[in-house]
């Protein structure tokens, strides 16, 4: 006996046996409270109905209505939150993990559920409250979503450690709340994770037909977040491959992490490369930077992090963490610097712009190119820099929007080299590692699949930057290359980012103005886009400057990758071209 559906979502299948009615009917509607949850009840016994439609109920042989006691199918997970933290704004919460399905009849017995758990049946993009507060700093947020039952750990004693260094097996698709809050001086975020279970320390199953309560406060100072983040393994500060920090500002990066891996690890990407989430470094250098003395000094390496603090010039620099042998290079991060914070409340010298593409899916973009020093249309600080597919570390593009001219850059000791100097050919079928090895190295590649990756069309990485799935992306993934908060552009319903822009062909200036080496849209409200050129995928050198604008998406097709091109003629919102190409990025929110 169903209750309370299937009308509001739904079921799987539209004939029945028993066996195929356990195994694959679900619900997959929306549930706005808790009176919506569909229903399951089992008559004791079962029931026959004759040729005359009469019905007899086999526990007492009689056609009395016996009672039937029915089970919610979800369960219930209600968070209440008290967040004073000063010098920090709550910025999200959601709950990460949440089963795509609420099975009618699966999922009974103590067994693992889903049995095999992947993205196909669990969602991993986060999700927000079904029911939130009015004033997100202090109120019930409440989820209701179907089971995930992914065990215990026996070993966990104290709160401080149920966190996703410690979940039993498939620990990944265990069910969890993110609380994220950004300190309101800087770009820097704290990333709460409450695992939600029978108990605060050993538990993390979600079971149907249960309430998950949760009392949350977290309270103090800025000071005092990164003491607990020491000592909590439930608080971790947000990683990214990018960190923004003001000229003359000192930003605390977490280096013993790769991307954005300082929190559950989730994806697919990382998981399926044989990498590992996280390393141990000895030491942290300047790799390159747009001006002597950028970054001012690295130090105070504590518990795997690093203060890394900068001139009162703005730039650009990246910085590697290197194994006990001095020379090789673990992983390394962009850090950008420039007094542009997107990420405060207003913005920070300079803005942000909503636009939604032609499947009505938002995105909100920043107002200039990653990496860029300057937003003012025709300046050559909006030019940026310059990324190949699917990498996550930049290179510079040119100085100049009249002239192609390399930047020369200054390694921590101050000699000038340029980027194009670092020039290598692709030749292996998998490229990632050396590429992870040698950021500062442009791998060029003038025959098929023209991609810096491999050498193969057979072993391309479609899924490195989250956008292999046009119609629902992925979440962030562990080589992007935008801060934490922000991402690459990915294509959503089908669609590209720009595709509000007209079709490929489009004329400019129907839908913007081309002036000042750039586009303004008028189309769509997203400020002023430089035309900055690109790096050839067969020699590295620059192009274009000044003429066309070349964006990349996240999203890749066939064996090229989605991109925006404009000139002052056309555009062309679905191109696609080589991945060895290096073209900007401007990050949306995530």
Not at 214 to 238: C, F, H, L, P, W
Not at 251 to 258: A, F, G, L, Q
Not at 465 to 471: K, P, R, Y
Request: hydrophobic content about 30%; aromatic content about 12%; proline content about 5%.
């Amino acid at each position: 006996i169903i209750a309370n559906g299937p009308a509001a979502g739904g079921i799987s299948k539209s004939s029945y046996t028993l066996s195929t009615f356990k195994s694959s009917a679900y619900f997959s509607g929306g549930i706005a409270s808790a009176s919506n949850i569909p229903c399951i009840g089992r008559i004791k016994g079962g029931a026959t109905i004759n040729d005359n439609g009469e019905i007899s109920y086999s526990e007492d042989n009689t056609t009395s209505v016996p009672a039937v006691t029915v089970y919610r199918i979800a369960a219930n997970i209600a968070m209440n939150l008290s967040f004073d933290v000063d010098g920090y704004t709550l910025s999200s919460v959601e709950l990460f993990n949440a089963p795509k399905y609420m099975y009618y009849l699966n999922g009974a017995a103590d067994a693992s559920f889903p049995a095999s758990p992947s993205s196909d049946n669990i969602n991993t993009a986060g999700l927000i409250a079904n029911v939130t507060p009015s004033d997100p700093a202090s109120g019930t947020y409440s989820w209701f979503t179907g089971e995930n039952k992914r065990g215990t750990n026996a070993l966990i004693t104290s709160p401080f450690a149920k966190d996703f260094l410690h979940t039993p097996s498939d620990s990944r698709f265990c069910s969890f709340i993110k609380i994220s809050a950004r300190k309101n001086d800087s770009t820097t975020v704290l990333n709460y994770f409450i695992y939600p279970g029978e108990n605060a320390t050993t538990d993390f199953n979600i079971k149907r037909n249960w309430n998950y309560p949760i009392n949350v406060t977290i309270k103090g100072t800025a000071a005092s977040q990164i003491t607990y983040e020491g000592i909590d393994g439930r608080i971790r500060m947000a990683s990214s491959n990018c960190y923004m920090v003001a000229p003359g500002n000192t930003i605390t990066i977490p280096v013993n992490v790769k991307g954005n891996a300082n929190g559950p690890v989730q994806d697919d990407v990382f998981a399926g490369t044989g990498l590992s989430a996280t390393h141990t470094t000895s030491s942290v250098g300047v790799l390159w930077q747009t001006s002597t003395g950028l970054i001012s000094s690295i130090s105070n390496v504590y518990d795997g992090k690093v203060n890394i603090t900068t001139s009162s010039s703005s730039g650009n620099a990246v910085v590697a963490a290197y194994a006990s042998d001095g020379t090789t290079i673990l992983w390394s991060w962009h850090i950008w610097v420039s007094d542009y914070n997107p990420n405060a409340s207003p913005v920070e010298n300079g803005d942000i712009y909503s636009i939604t593409n032609s499947a009505n899916a938002p995105y909100t973009f920043m107002d200039r190119n990653l990496g860029a020093t300057s937003a003012t249309p025709g300046d050559a600080g909006t030019i940026g820099l310059h990324y190949q597919w699917g990498r996550k570390d930049p290179f510079t593009a040119s100085s100049s929007f009249s002239a192609q001219t390399e930047i020369n850059v200054y390694d921590d000791s101050g000699n000038s080299f340029t980027l194009l100097s670092k020039i290598q050919t692709v030749g292996v079928s998998n490229n990632l590692q050396n590429s992870i090895e040698n950021p500062d190295v442009f791998y060029k590649n003038d025959s098929s699949p023209y991609d810096w990756y491999t050498t193969s069309s057979s072993s391309q990485n479609n899924a490195l930057w989250g956008g292999e799935n046009l119609t629902t992306p992925s979440d962030k993934t562990f080589f992007d290359p935008c801060p934490a908060g922000w991402r690459v552009p990915a294509w959503k319903g089908s669609v590209s980012p720009w595709s509000a822009l007209g079709s490929n062909g489009t004329s400019t200036s129907s839908v913007g103005t081309f002036a000042n080496y750039g586009v303004t849209w008028t189309a769509i409200t997203a400020g002023y886009w430089p035309a900055a050129g690109y790096r050839d995928y067969k020699n590295g050198s620059l192009y274009n400057a000044g003429s066309n604008g070349n964006y990349w998406s996240a999203s890749p097709s066939s064996y090229y990758g989605y991109y925006l091109y404009f000139a002052s003629s056309n555009l062309y919102p679905s191109g696609n071209v080589y991945r060895a190409y290096g073209l900007s990025v401007r990050c949306v929110q995530e």
